[in-house]
C-alpha cells in the first residue's frame, strides 16, 4: 500500500510547488498530494482511485475540483 505524505523529499515538494505555480494553481495540500501521486504511480488513474486512496484526508468533490483544476490548467488529460 502506498501511503503518500508530504514528509517525502523537499526537492521534490519544491518542484511540485513549481508546477502549480506555473500552471497558475495555488498551492494546496490536496493539490500537492494528488500530484505526487500522479508522479509516483505507473499506471493510469482515476478519481476512484484517488477517492480510495484519499478517502480519510479529502471528501470526493474536492478531489473532483482538484483533478477538474488540472485538466483545464492542462497537467492531465482524460
Known sequence: MHFYTFT????DRERYKE?????KLRVTDCRMEVLAFFHLETKTLSQ?????????????????RT????????LIHK
Open 67 to 74: 483533478l477538474n483544476s488540472f485538466f483545464e490548467a492542462g
Open 19 to 23: 508546477i502549480l505555480k506555473s500552471h
Open 48 to 64: 476512484s482511485d484517488l477517492e480510495h486512496q484519499f478517502a480519510k484526508r479529502y471528501d470526493p468533490v474536492t478531489l473532483y
Open 8 to 11: 517525502s523529499r523537499m526537492a
